[in-house]
């Protein structure tokens, strides 16, 4: 069970209570296939990702990257049971969607970099360590269904 | 490896810090400078990473954290002026982290994570996707080239 302190659950439920979904969400994606290109294997039918520039008109990325960050809204709101609440995603990521778990970490990294660059120096160590403290146990509960 | 346009996007980024600092004087370049917050925040999200400074006062600030941030900032500028001759920038510092210092390479991957977090809180918007690609791609450089001399 994953224990959070006061300061942690306030300052994970502060980032997302200030973050606009349809800003955050597609430049985190847009960010992760174009700073880790072989992301883009699992969106063969996204259609244009030939450069940067396509990557960040591209709709279907920018749809997706929002409903990414609903997803992760929905830890937020379970922050003591992420295990349960990723349960169903986690089987589809594996067994429908077969995406390498390691990608998991690569986009929550530029996640934090997208937030990072938003915040600015209200993103103290203690606030990212939060953070990604979140993240880290969503992405393992993403990944706890594979086998 | 990088390609032009990317060498050059790094060494803009990092004139750009070192010239502010110099403005504002060498105590600015400890405030304004990310890397000693860059260590900071290693510290703070990775804890495993305090145990190689058990011998340092690390504390927010100190004297030690200040000084060797700063080492390591000069050493990562040094080395933009000129990506390509990075086994020969870094030689001396190749053999201290080989024989010396060993510390494990996953640290790396690590601490140019709270750097990129670091430039992106004090460049903004402007620390765009292109910019973020090519300062990982030399980070990872920089990395890969400290490690030569381990094995």
């Known amino acids: 069970m994953v224990v959070w302190t006061d300061f942690e659950r306030s300052t994970i439920q502060d980032i997302f209570s200030k973050m606009d979904y349809e800003v955050v969400g597609p430049a985190a994606l847009t960010r992760c296939l174009i700073v880790y290109p072989w992301t883009q294997r699992y969106f063969g039918n996204f259609g244009n990702l030939y450069n940067a520039a396509a990557i960040m008109g591209n709709p279907m990325v920018a749809k997706h990257g929002t ?74 509960s993403l990944g706890r269904q594979y086998h | 490896m990088l390609s032009k346009k990317q060498k050059d996007l790094i060494a803009e980024i990092w004139e750009g810090l070192i010239s502010v600092a110099d403005d504002i004087g060498a105590d600015a370049l400890l405030s304004v400078s990310c890397v000693p917050r860059s260590v900071r925040r290693m510290f703070a999200s990775y804890p495993g990473t305090k145990t190689y400074f ?98």
């Open chain 2, 54 to 151: 058990s011998h340092l006062d690390i504390s927010h600030r100190s004297a030690h954290l200040l000084s060797h941030g700063k080492k390591i900032v000069l050493a990562i500028a040094e080395g933009a002026k000129d990506i390509s001759q990075l086994t020969v920038t870094l030689a001396p510092l190749q053999t201290l982290h080989a024989y010396q210092l060993r510390i494990d390479p996953t640290n790396f991957k690590l601490f140019s994570h709270c750097m990129l977090v670091s430039l992106a809180c004090h460049m903004g918007e402007d620390f765009t996707p292109e910019a973020h690609a090519a300062m990982d791609k030399y980070l990872s450089a920089f990395a890969a080239v400290l490690a030569e001399k381990y094995r």
């Open chain 1, 67 to 140: 409903t990414i960050l609903h997803g992760l809204d929905r830890g937020v709101k379970n922050m003591d049971d992420l295990k349960t609440t990723y349960a169903e995603l986690s089987v589809l990521h594996s067994e429908k969607l077969h995406v390498d778990p390691d990608n998991f970490k690569l986009l929550s990294d530029c996640l934090t970099i997208v937030v990072a660059a938003r915040f600015g120096e209200a993103f103290t160590a203690e606030v990212q360590a939060a953070f990604q403290k979140f993240l880290a146990v969503v992405v393992s």
